[in-house]
């Protein structure tokens, strides 16, 4: 069973405008990573943001975690068109050795 | 995907045949992992290894199995295809576990058993 769940499953936006995408999850963490999947490649860690964590950000993204709600958001800010691609959450459970649980992921399509 | 290699790219079996695929690292990462990726389903955790000759089931371990006999090198053998397994199968690694780190992932073999 998947531990996160993306939302929306899927997002088109016109570039310039900003993306946001949401991950719940089902039981406590460590920490929860956000990951991009461009079309037939591996998936390339984005930001990590530890359980402790409310805010973080690096570049044009920025991702919140909200531990009560076990969910998190990504968003990015000012999108290209080089930004479509599929993400995912993924979490890293207490006591799983280091164990990720990815989500279903959600696809960005960024149109110019 | 510096430094992490998947063996094959594609590959085409039948029914029933063992498939073994492999993954090379040259990070020294201690941790490695087998995942299975499927429409609808996400990255699903096959096998993973914590170290030389330290290996666990994931979610997903039926059918399959793994070794590990040097740090760089972990494999994933498919005993007896069957169609269900047709995927696409991604290695990742880690170095000081995902709590400090994220993963790195190869580019995936992509199997399509007939």
């Known amino acids: 069973s998947q531990q996160g769940e993306e939302d929306p499953q899927a997002l088109s936006i016109q570039e310039g405008e900003n993306a946001t995408m949401n991950c719940s999850y089902k039981?406590?963490?460590?920490?929860l990573q956000w990951y991009r999947q461009n079309s037939g490649r591996g998936l390339v860690h984005l930001i990590l943001i530890r359980s402790n964590e409310r805010e973080k950000h690096s570049g044009r993204l920025r991702v919140t975690l909200d531990t009560s709600k076990k969910s998190s958001s990504l968003l990015i800010t000012a999108s290209r068109a080089a930004d479509t691609a599929s993400y995912f959450c993924?979490?890293?459970?207490?006591?799983?050795?280091?164990?990720?649980?990815f989500g279903t992921g959600t696809r960005l399509q960024v149109t110019l | 995907d510096a430094g992490i290699t998947q063996s094959p790219r594609h590959k085409v079996t039948e029914t029933g045949t063992p498939v073994t695929l492999r993954c090379h690292q040259t990070?020294?990462?201690?941790?490695m992992y087998w995942y299975r990726q499927d429409p609808g389903h996400g990255l699903r955790l096959i096998h993973y290894?914590?170290?030389?000759?330290?290996?666990d089931k994931g979610e997903v371990s039926d059918g399959y199995s793994v070794s590990r006999s040097k740090t760089e090198d972990f494999l994933l053998t498919l005993e007896s295809a069957t169609s269900s397994q047709t995927s696409v199968y991604f290695c990742a690694t880690t170095g000081v576990g995902a709590a400090n780190y994220g993963y790195t992932f190869g580019s995936g073999t992509r199997l399509t058993v007939v």
């Open positions: 990070e020294n990462h201690r941790y």
């Open positions: 039981t406590s963490i460590n920490n």
């Open positions: 993924a979490t890293d459970g207490t006591g799983t050795a280091s164990k990720l649980t």
């Open positions: 290894s914590y170290g030389v000759k330290d290996t």
